[in-house]
């Protein structure tokens, strides 16, 4: 099993979750986050004074899926993220030892 977690444009939050809908992908879990790469923020001015932004709003999408849908997830999350400019994202994948659902007792890939 793997662990998804792309960091995406507020934007493209639809869009992304539509893809993968669209591949079978039961739950996600989706959280409000602030940061920066090479963005780097930005200024904008306020009430005459200009300060600088450090942290951009992004949302941050968490999916567990069997192995064999790593790679139509990644593509499908590129393909609904990517604007093209900078500032689209990442996306970190990592390997899940076990999962365990709480209401079943199920575990494993059952438990997804």
Known sequence: ?????AIIKPFKLDEVKEALQELGVQGMTVME???YGRQK????LYR???YVVDFLPKIKV????ADDQLEPVLEAITGAART??????KIFVS???NVLRIRTGESGA???
Do not use: L, N
């Not at 968490?62 to 899926?65: A, F, L, R, T, Y």
């Not at 093209?84 to 994202?89: E, F, L, S, V, Y």
């Open 1 to 5: 099993m793997k662990k998804v977690e």
């Open 33 to 35: 986050a602030k940061g």
């Open 41 to 44: 923020g930005h200024t904008e």
């Open 48 to 50: 005459g004074a200009e």
């Open 62 to 65: 968490e999916i567990v899926i």
């Open 84 to 89: 093209g400019r900078i500032g689209d994202g």
């Open 95 to 97: 390997e899940i030892s």
């Open 110 to 112: 059952q438990a997804i």
